[in-house]
C-alpha cells in the first residue's frame, strides 16, 4: 500500500471514530426505528417500492446499473433504488451461468429475457434488418454476452478526453484503466492450459480485488493451439491486450470464476457478494417509463427531476418513486435515449411529430455506432468443436452433468482467441495512408448528415471525430478485430469474425411512439460509409492470409460459406450481407460538449437538468477496438466517484485536542449546510472538495501517515468499547473489522467509501455468505409497504436544513391537481392488459 493512500485512510477513520456516537462511521442510525425496511433486497412486488423516495434511482440494473448501485450503496447513509425491466434471472440460472451453454442455449432465446430488437433494413446489408439482442434481466447484456473482458488501447480513450476539451472530470487512459482494473479481480488458467495455448498474461495490467472476476476457460479446443503462433506467423506479437496496445494477438480472458467456472456478471459481482448493503433495493419487472420533473429549477435554470414512473406492460398501472437527489439511467443504449426522449428530451424533429413536449431540444439518438462483424468459414483437419457438439442432445446432456459436478468439461468453453490489426496491417503503410488521404471529412460529414436529419452541432462533433478516425488508419490502432470462432458450419470446420473496430458510419435510435413499450427505431446505418466497406473487404483478404500461415497453413484445408471463391467487390459484398451486429452499439447519449452534439457533460450530467445522469455505454462518444464491456464497467466505477464526490460531505478534521472519551453530538458531523453541497455539485468535480475539505486533506497528509496510525490505533480501541451492542453486526456497518476472522477474502473487495477519488480504504468484511441466506426472500420479507422510506434513513438532521434551491428533499410532494402529471408516489392507473412477455426470440448464435 502506498504511504499517501495510509495516510489517507488513517484520516478517515480518526475523523469519525473520535467521535463517539450512536451512529455507524457512515452516518447511519442504529437506533432508528425503521432500520428493518433498510434491508437490501431483490423484488418484484411493486408496491414494496412504489410511492417510496429514494436518494439515488437508477434506471436499468444491467452491466452499468448495478455496478454503479454497489458503488453507491457503500455509503451506508444513502437509499439507491434500481429499477430493472427484466426479472432476476433466476429461471434461466444454467444459461446464464454455464459459460457454454450460454453461447449454445443463449439467454437471448428464452422468453421474456431479451428485448427481441430488429433494426430498420440496413441498405448496406442486402436491404435487411438484422437481430438486435439486449439483455432483459439483472446483469443486462453482461448475464447474456460473450463474456469477453478487454480493454482497447491507451490513446483510443485519450480521445474522449480531446473530443471534451476542458471538461470538468477526466476522461483518459488513466482514468478508464484505473478503474476497470478497480473492477476486476484476475484468476489464472492452470499452467498446462498456459503452455498450450500460450496465453500471455500481464499481471500487473489487471485487478486483484474487484468485484468481476475474470477468467480463462478450463476446456479449451484444442484447435485453438493453432491461433498464436499463425499469427506470429504474419509478424504479430502475443501480448495480454490489457496493457494498452491492443494490435497484437491473444487469448483473452472472460468474465467467469476461474475456480467454478461460473459466469460473473454485474448481479454476481456487485450485488450478490454484498448481502450486506441494507439501503439498496432492487425492483424487477417494471419498465422506466419517464424522468419526472416537478417544474422546479435550479438557480441556472436546469430542471430538477423528481423522480421516475414505471409499468410492466403497455396499458399496466404507471407506479412512480421519488429521486431526492439524482435520477440515472443506465438503460444501455437503446433503453437510456429511450427514456430520455419520453421525457421530453431529444430532437425536437423527433418529438414534436409525436406530441411530446420538448423539455429540452438534444440530438439525443444521434451518433449512434457499433461494430459489424461477418464471419468467413473454412473447413479443418479437426472434428471436435462447438457445432459438433450441438448436433448431439445427449453430449450436450452430459457436458451439463460435468459441469454441474465438477465445473469442468466442454461446456467450461467459451471463444477467447482473438486479434487485433492495422489498416496498415490488412494492406500496406502507402495504401492506408493514401486511404486515408482520400477521405474528405466535410464531403463525408455533409453526407452522413443528409441521411439523417442530423444538427449542425452533431455535425460539429462528427467533424473532430473524423479528424482523429482519418488518423487512426495511419497508425496502429486496430481497424478490425478478428475472433476464431468454434461455431463452425458444421464439424470440420472453423468460422473466423472479422469485425469493423472504427466506423465511420453513424446511426440512430429514435423513438417512433409515446408509448415506452413500442421499440425505437434503430438504424446503425451499417457500411454507410464507403471506407467502412474497404476496410472490411481488406480484413476478407488479410484472414485469407492467416489462414495460410504458420500452423494454419496445415490445419485448414479450404474455405466454405458465402465468401468462397470470391474476390474484389464481390467479396466485399458478401462480407456486407453476411454482417451482423458484434453487440457493441454505442453513442446515443454521447459525452460531448453541447455544442458538439453532446447529451451529457463529462459529469454524465444530461444538458439542461440539474440531477439526470446517464452513466451506461451509451455515453461513449468514439468507439475502440474492445468489447464494450469491461469499458462499461470502468464507466460505471468512476461515475460513481463522481456521484460521491459531488455528494461529499467532508467530515471535520481530526481534533487531536479533543478527548477521546468526550461524546460528540452528530451535528458535528453535519457541518456543511446543504446549499454548500448543492454548489459544490453544481461546481462539478474539480471544484467538489470545500475548502474545509482541502484543508482536512492537508492536515491529515502533513501530519504524517505513522501519527495517524497511531490514533487508528488508539481510536479504534476506544470505539470497540462503546460500541453499541447490537445483534445486526451485517447491518451495522461500523462494526470492528478485527471482529470479521472469518471474512472471506475472495469475496470481499475495496472499497473507497469514505474518500471518493483516492485513497483506499481498508477492506471491509464480508459478513455474510451468500450461501446462507437468500436474499430474495430475505428482501421480499422485509421491506414494508406503505412507508415512507425516505423519513427512515438518518439524513433528517441535514436533509431538512433549509437549503431552498437544492435537488435535496425529505418532503412528500403535495397532491398534484387533478388530470396533472403522476407526482412521485402516486399512482396513476390505466386498464391492464396481458401483454407482458409476450415477445418472439431468436438465437444470437451464428449457425
Ligand atoms: C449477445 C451479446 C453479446 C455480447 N458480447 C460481449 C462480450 O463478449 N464482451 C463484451 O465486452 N461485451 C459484449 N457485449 C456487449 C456488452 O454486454 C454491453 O456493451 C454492455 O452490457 C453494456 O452495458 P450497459 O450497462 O450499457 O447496458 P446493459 O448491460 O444492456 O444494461 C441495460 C439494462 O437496463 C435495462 N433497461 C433498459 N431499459 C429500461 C427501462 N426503460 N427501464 C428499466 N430497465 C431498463 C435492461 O433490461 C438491462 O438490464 C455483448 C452484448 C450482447 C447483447
Ligand atoms: C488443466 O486444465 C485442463 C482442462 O480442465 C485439464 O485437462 C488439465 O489436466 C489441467 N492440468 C493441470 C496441471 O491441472
Ligand atoms: C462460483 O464461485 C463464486 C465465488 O466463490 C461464488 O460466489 C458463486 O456462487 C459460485 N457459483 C457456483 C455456481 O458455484
Ligand atoms: C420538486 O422536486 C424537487 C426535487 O425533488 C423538490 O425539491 C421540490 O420541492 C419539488 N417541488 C414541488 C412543487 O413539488
Ligand atoms: C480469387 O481468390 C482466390 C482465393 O479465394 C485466389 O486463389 C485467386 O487467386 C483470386 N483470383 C484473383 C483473380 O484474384
Ligand atoms: C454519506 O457519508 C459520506 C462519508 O462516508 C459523506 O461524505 C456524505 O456526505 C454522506 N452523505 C450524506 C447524504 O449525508
Ligand atoms: C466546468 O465547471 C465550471 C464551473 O462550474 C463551469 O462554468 C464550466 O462550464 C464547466 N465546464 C464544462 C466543460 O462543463
Redesign the pocket.
Known sequence: MHVTALALAALAVPASAVIVRDRDADGANINNPYRNMLKRGITDNVQQVNGKAFDFVI???????LALAGRLAEWKNVSVCV????SDGSDVRDNIDVPGLSYGESV?TKPGRDWGYNTVAQAQLGDKAVKW?????LG???A??????GRASSHEYDAWGDLNPGGNVTWNWNEMNKYIIKSETLGWPNQSNIDTFQIAIDEKAHGTSGPIHIGWSSFIYPFTSNWVPSWEALGFTNKDLASGDVRGVSLTPSTLFQDNQTRCDSKAGYIDSRPDLPNLFILTGQ??TEVLFNGTKDADGNDIASGVSFSAYEGAPVYSVQANKEVIL????I?SP??LQLSGIGPSSVLTPLGITVRKDLPVGHNLQDHASSTMYFSTTEIQNWAQLWSNKDAIAAALAEWKSSKTGLLTYINEAVGYVSMADITSASQATAAANAINVAQTVTDVAAAHDMPSNVQAGLTAQYNILKQWLTDATGQLEIILSMWGSGANNVGIQCALQHPFSRGTIFINSKS?FNAPNIDPSYYAVDIDRQIIGAGANWIRRLVASGPFANTITGETGATAGLNGSALTTAMQNGAGTE??PHGTCSMLPEEMGGVVDTRLIVYGTNNVRVI???IIPLHISA????T?YGIAEKGADVIKQAHWKPPPPPDVSVSPTATEDIAQIGEATDSSVANAQKAGVSSGLSTTAKIGLGVGVGVGAGALLGLLVFCMCIRKKKRPTTDEKGWYAGANQQDNSAWDAQQAYREQDAFPMGGVVAPRPNRFSSANMSISTMATADLQPGQRMDSSYSLGDYANASGANTPYRDEPSPLPPAGQYPTPGFQTLGSPSSGYGAQQYTP?VPK
Not at 434506471?59 to 446499473?65: D, I, K, N, S
Not at 429499477?83 to 427484466?86: Q, R, Y
Not at 468489447?627 to 469491461?630: D, G, N, S
Open positions: 434506471a436499468g440494473g444491467g452491466v452499468a446499473g429499477i430493472e425491466a427484466g437471448t439482442p439486449r439483455g432483459k434481466l443486462g447484456s453482461g447474456v454476452n460473450g463474456m469477453f473482458w419498465q422506466v443506465a438503460g444501455g443504449t433503453g429511450q427514456i415506452a453487440y457493441h451506461d455505454s451509451s468489447h464494450l464491456m469491461a462499461t444470437v
